[in-house]
């Protein structure tokens, strides 16, 4: 449809504004623009003033919220190459596998001395076989974390005869070799990145998650495949 030029005359917030009378076909505010009309009612009245404040104003916004942005972004990236920040990012990481490792175990008795323990608990810990501090590469595998009590956690220092006694006992020697040798050889080292990291946290949340909603007793096969099913899943360990 053809737009038809009309007479340069104010309307609206510029009705009061005597335009030049010109037919025009560009306008604002019934105000020619080549005419220069529109930029003299900007300029030379009230209401074209407020109107220019107001458009600077939500220019600026426009640009403030870009550059807030931006700088978030560019937050998120530095404390991505933080080392503080990662470190506690791997430890959340750590905290979330204790959980699957607990919840995997749930109702069970304790992997080292074999108490029963009671549900939902301080007394309740996931128990590294491999301790962190000395094979960091292993935190995050579900085989070298299992149901533990306290006294066996803490003040036992891992009760490592008992890990032995009840890994044989329960799953044979075989399986005991896998996790007190093979692990510790297989996987001396493991490369994740921050970005890593960030995607592992999320994927173990959700399993986490998942596992929570429906606690119940497992076999001791079943701890085992299911914990071979998540590390396969994570994928840290391949």
């Known amino acids: ?49 407020e109107i220019i404040e107001k458009n600077t104003l939500r220019a600026k916004n426009n640009i403030d919220r870009k550059n807030n942005q931006e700088w978030k972004e560019e937050k998120k990236t530095f404390k991505k190459n933080d080392k503080k920040y990662q470190k506690s990012r791997r430890g959340v990481l750590q ?47 579900l085989f070298n974390d299992w149901l533990g009590c306290y006294p066996c956690n803490k003040p036992k220092g891992g009760n490592k005869d008992g890990y032995d006694e009840t890994l044989i006992k329960h799953y044979g020697e075989e399986k005991w070799e896998y996790i007190k040798f093979e692990i510790k050889r297989k996987y001396q080292s493991i490369n994740l990145s921050a970005n890593d990291i960030e995607d ?29 099913e998540i590390n396969e899943k994570l994928n840290i360990y391949k």
Not at 6 to 11: E, I, P
Not at 206 to 218: A, G, P, S, V
């Open 95 to 141: 905290d979330l596998i204790n959980e699957i490792a607990r919840f995997i175990d749930f109702d069970n008795t304790c992997m080292m001395c074999e108490i029963p323990l009671t549900r939902g608990v301080d007394e309740i810990h996931g128990c590294h076989y491999h301790s962190v501090g000395s094979n960091e590469s292993l935190r995050y595998n």
């Open 200 to 228: 592992l946290i999320i994927k173990a949340r959700e399993i986490r998650n998942e596992l929570k909603k429906d606690l119940f007793k497992r076999t001791l096969e079943e701890r085992w495949e299911l914990r071979q």
């Open 1 to 49: 449809m053809q737009i038809k030029p009309k007479r340069c005359k104010g309307t609206g917030k510029a009705i009061n504004f005597v335009g030049c009378n010109d037919l025009q076909l560009n306008r604002k505010y019934g105000l020619g623009i080549k005419c220069g009309c529109f930029a003299k009612f900007l300029y030379e009245t009230k209401e074209g003033s």
